[in-house]
């Protein structure tokens, strides 16, 4: 899911205490991505997730669901992209400790100087090589014309 996810207002109540922000628009609630109840570990409100949590299969689900992925080697998949969030997260609070600005938002003003890359330049490294295999992995390909 990408930017925003929307529930019906009976499960907008299920989730009142989970940390998450919903906005009316028409009969529907409209939280935004990345969802305040995820953590590292997971989805915090697994067992009240909203139905479209429940539908939603990524690329990778998808793939092992079409068997063209083994079970075992989509699991070495997820454990790698595990590895590589906390590469990126363990950076992030190194690099900008203590800050109530968006650590994602303060690396990206620091990318755009060159100093400022060259001080970031393993965690930017990381990042994109996240985003690589997010990217390659989880998220929906166009196809090829
Ligand atoms: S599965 Fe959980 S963490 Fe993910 S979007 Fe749904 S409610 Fe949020």
Redesign the pocket.
């Known amino acids: 899911?990408l930017g925003a996810?929307e529930v019906s207002d009976a499960e907008r109540k299920k989730?009142e205490h989970?940390g998450?922000v919903f906005k009316p628009v028409g009969e529907w609630f409209r939280a935004p991505?990345p969802?305040?109840?995820?953590a590292r570990s997971?989805?915090?409100?697994?067992d009240v997730?909203?139905e479209?949590?429940v539908k939603?299969r990524c690329a990778l689900l998808k793939a092992v669901d079409a068997g063209s992925v083994a079970e075992a080697e989509a699991l070495a998949t997820v454990a790698q992209a595990h590895r590589l969030t906390a590469a990126v997260n363990e950076g992030l609070q190194a690099a900008f400790p203590g800050s109530g600005e968006s650590r994602e938002k303060q690396l990206r003003d620091a990318a755009a100087t060159s100093e400022g890359r060259a001080r970031h330049v393993q965690l930017l490294l990381d990042k994109a090589a996240l985003e690589v295999h997010l990217q390659r992995h989880f998220r929906e390909t166009v196809p090829a014309k």
Not at 35 to 38: D, K, L, T
Not at 42 to 46: D, N
């Open positions: 899911m996810f989730l989970s998450i991505l969802c305040a109840a995820w997971g989805c915090t409100v697994y997730r909203p479209v949590c939603f």
